[in-house]
């Protein structure tokens, strides 16, 4: 659960991941485990925060992590250990992506305004 294999689908409402035990499962919710051993037992390399800009931070990805989670876990990404990484917490929205195979530097928003218009440079950049 921890790792982000396991969702929840509310009868009414969006998809997300359940990370604590502590949610009290409703009539028309469907919850949905995704084992996959072999992912679950990964260790990823730790990512570095180079700086922090208040609405963003750039991070160092290093090749073999993902830039985002997918459905059988979420601990093998830079977005989840930006999320980890501040205390207080503060949220975390992917810019853009890098393959898993991988290395370079990372935009991460820390508000949804400025990831629209952070994905809206990237995309116009890769135009040119």
Not at 55 to 74: C, E, H, M, T, V
Request: proline content about 7%.
């Amino acid at each position: 659960m921890i790792k982000g294999a396991v969702h929840l689908q509310p009868g009414k409402g969006k998809q997300k991941r359940l990370r604590r035990a502590t949610y009290q499962p409703r009539s028309g919710d469907r919850i949905t485990l995704h084992y996959q051993p072999e992912i679950l037992a990964l260790a990823p390399p730790p990512a570095q925060c180079l700086e922090n800009f208040g609405r963003y931070s750039l991070w160092f990805k290093p090749a073999g992590i993902l830039a985002q989670g997918n459905q059988y876990s979420d601990h093998t990404s830079l977005l989840r250990q930006a999320e980890l990484y501040w205390q207080p917490p503060r949220t975390v929205f992917l810019v853009h992506r890098l393959d898993r195979e991988a290395s370079g530097l990372m935009l991460i928003a820390h508000d949804q305004a400025i990831a629209v218009a952070g994905s809206t440079c990237c995309w116009m950049a890769s135009q040119r």
